[in-house]
């Protein structure tokens, strides 16, 4: 099983705004396609219950919902505490909260793991000190799994900064929890990561080549989020036809013009 990219959405029915499915539902309809079910203070049936209703609003986009805990309550993929269970459970998909480089050494099969706070979080206020942007890239510097940013992302700026420092997602909660309209937060949010993790096209003279994001590994998962294409009529496509450069021509006073700036697009 792929472990997490993107906005995964992280359930807190206390703060939420509306009924948990409805929020869940409108952050779907905005682009997520990753949801962990938190509500661990609720019986085992109510919580089933409530997986079974965000697995079948995840099905409709091919998404994925994770359970908070070793029990998968019916599904296949958990996400455990840095307390533990120790070794994890043998899932299809086992993830893990850690705070620090002791807690990332700890982990042996898990397929990914969550970081947390890079930003102060009202979730959790006085939990950190927050990592920041820098302190995130020095853990998914050391780290062999993929890292989820958890803490104060809150704008599609903090999810750039995510994503530049080596992230491949982001975890949120009460910025989607809390948003009167969750399907237009995610969708910003959402938007932000594609372009993101985008390559950029650059306009060169040799044709356009392709830019990898600074700070990315090789491979991020983007399933589930639209490929960009150049727009009609953007410089690229009216220029280049089919990507090759046109011959420079001359400037009106018969001096050769200076070789065409580069061009980046997002």
Same mark, same amino acid.
């Given at each position: 099983?792929?472990?997490?990219?993107?906005?995964?959405?992280?359930?807190? +029915?206390?703060?939420?705004?509306?009924?948990?499915?409805?929020?869940?539902?409108?952050?779907?309809?905005?682009?997520?396609?990753?949801?962990?079910?938190?509500?661990?203070? %609720?019986?085992?049936?109510?919580?089933?219950?409530?997986?079974?209703?965000?697995?079948?609003?995840?099905?409709?986009?091919?998404?994925?919902?994770?359970?908070?805990?070793?029990?998968?309550?019916?599904?296949?993929? !958990?996400?455990?505490?840095?307390?533990?269970?120790?070794?994890?459970?043998?899932?299809?998909? !086992?993830?893990?909260?850690?705070?620090?480089?002791?807690?990332?050494? +700890?982990?042996?099969?898990?397929?990914?793991?969550?970081?947390?706070?890079?930003?102060?979080?009202?979730?959790?206020?006085?939990?950190?000190?927050?990592?920041?942007?820098?302190?995130?890239?020095?853990?998914?510097?050391?780290?062999?799994?993929?890292?989820?940013? %958890?803490?104060?992302?809150?704008?599609?700026?903090?999810?750039?900064?995510?994503? =530049?420092?080596?992230?491949?997602?982001?975890?949120? %909660?009460?910025?989607?929890?809390?948003?009167?309209?969750?399907?237009?937060?995610?969708?910003?949010?959402?938007?932000?990561?594609?372009?993101? !993790?985008?390559?950029?096209?650059?306009?060169?003279? +040799?044709?356009?080549?392709?830019?990898?994001?600074?700070?990315?590994?090789?491979? !991020?998962?983007?399933?589930?989020?639209?490929?960009?294409?150049?727009? =009609?009529?953007?410089?690229?496509?009216?220029?280049?036809?089919?990507?090759?450069?046109?011959? =420079?021509?001359?400037?009106?006073?018969?001096?050769? =013009?200076?070789?065409?700036?580069?061009?980046?697009?997002?």
């Amino acid at each position: 099983m792929t472990p997490p990219s993107g906005v995964v959405l992280l359930t807190d +029915r206390l703060v939420a705004r509306g009924r948990l499915d409805q929020v869940v539902a409108g952050a779907v309809a905005g682009g997520v396609r990753w949801v962990v079910l938190r509500e661990k203070d %609720l019986p085992r049936a109510e919580r089933a219950t409530i997986a079974a209703d965000l697995r079948a609003i995840l099905a409709d986009v091919g998404g994925t919902l994770i359970v908070a805990g070793p029990d998968p309550l019916g599904g296949d993929a !958990v996400h455990l505490p840095a307390a533990g269970p120790y070794p994890p459970p043998a899932h299809g998909l !086992v993830g893990r909260s850690c705070h620090h480089q002791p807690e990332l050494d +700890r982990l042996t099969t898990e397929h990914y793991a969550t970081i947390s706070p890079v930003w102060p979080t009202k979730t959790k206020p006085g939990y950190g000190p927050p990592l920041g942007p820098d302190g995130l890239r020095k853990l998914v510097e050391a780290t062999p799994v993929p890292l989820l940013a %958890l803490g104060g992302v809150e704008t599609p700026e903090q999810v750039t900064a995510c994503v =530049q420092a080596g992230a491949t997602g982001v975890a949120v %909660l009460g910025a989607l929890m809390r948003a009167e309209d969750p399907t237009e937060t995610a969708a910003a949010l959402t938007s932000a990561y594609a372009e993101a !993790v985008t390559p950029k096209l650059t306009q060169t003279r +040799r044709g356009v080549t392709q830019v990898p994001t600074s700070g990315l590994r090789p491979t !991020v998962p983007t399933s589930g989020l639209r490929p960009t294409v150049p727009a =009609q009529g953007s410089s690229l496509t009216a220029r280049s036809g089919h990507g090759r450069p046109q011959p =420079q021509t001359a400037a009106r006073n018969g001096q050769p =013009q200076p070789p065409t700036a580069t061009r980046d697009r997002k």
